[in-house]
């Protein structure tokens, strides 16, 4: 896709993902990522064995912590390379799942309501990001979860303002976003208080908010070089999840109870 078409279409990670797996998922920004999630969801990870569509699957990672304690896994993705990344691992770790090469917004249309539906690091890809979490979040069921993971609005324009240049132009203009930058920065952040007035207004409560990396990312190779890393995530977890901070995480994790359906 070329860079200029961004934003107009779903985002499919085929062409992207080696970069994908050596940026996102690799080193200590995708294990700190993971750790945090698994926080949020340990409650549930421990209940009696869920049906849980993860929408976007992705490689799978947090499907897999999933299914190996006994949960019902369906996982979507519209990348064909994701998904037979994700099912070898699964093949090799003994656990089964299925999986469909599917937008989730098709996926939507046929599947069951979930216990929990997964919606992780998708929204900020679609053209249609609320018209497509209205899909969704539909297929949760009454007293069930939906966990959401987003990237963030406010900290995409606070790290660019804080490196300069031409930068500084450029995050004044929202009309641009997608058509520079990097092949790996989302078209579509959403705003936190946006996407929690949304889910409040469908139903849901709220159980969990983190902010993923709210330090971290907002410093530069000689600050971190400097800086002892295990030092920095414990300040990132002293501070992940309190108001201010965890709203400048460069993702947002939100777990949210649907207390009725709104459909």
């Not at 985002?11 to 700190?32: R, T």
């Not at 569509?53 to 190996?68: I, P, S, T, V, Y």
């Not at 216990?115 to 679609?126: M, P, S, Y």
């Not at 963030?152 to 300069?164: E, K, M, W």
Request: with cysteine; aromatic share 12%; proline share 4%.
């Amino acid at each position: 896709m070329k860079q200029k078409e961004r934003g107009k279409f779903d985002q499919n990670f085929d062409p992207l993902i080696d970069k994908f797996k050596d940026q996102i998922y690799s080193g200590i920004k995708g294990e700190w990522r993971l750790k945090l999630l698994q926080e949020d969801l340990q409650e549930l990870y421990q209940k009696d064995p869920m049906d849980i569509w993860d929408a976007g699957c992705g490689l799978g990672q947090l499907a897999l912590w999933f299914a190996k304690e006994g949960h019902s896994l369906t996982c979507c993705d519209i990348s064909y390379k994701m998904l037979e990344e994700a099912k070898k691992v699964f093949k090799e770790a003994g656990v089964e799942a299925s999986f469909e090469k599917l937008p989730a917004q098709q996926m939507a249309a046929q599947i069951a309501q979930q216990d929990l539906v997964l919606f992780h690091a998708v929204i900020e890809w679609l053209a249609n990001p609320l018209e497509t979490l209205n899909s969704v979040s539909g297929k949760v069921k009454p007293g069930g979860h939906l966990s959401l993971l987003f990237f963030n609005y406010h900290s995409f324009v606070y790290r660019n303002a804080l490196r300069g240049g031409w930068c500084v132009p450029f995050v004044a203009d929202e009309s641009v976003w997608y058509g520079r930058g990097k092949k790996l920065t989302p078209p579509y952040p959403q705003k936190p208080e946006v996407l929690i007035e949304w889910l409040r207004k469908h139903g849901y409560e709220i159980k969990v908010q983190t902010g993923i990396r709210v330090f971290h990312d907002y410093m530069n190779k000689t600050a971190l070089e400097d800086t002892d890393i295990d030092e920095l995530m414990q300040l990132e977890y002293r501070f992940c999840r309190e108001p201010v901070y965890r709203d400048m995480g460069r993702y947002i994790h939100i777990l949210a109870r649907k207390i009725t359906d709104s459909r």
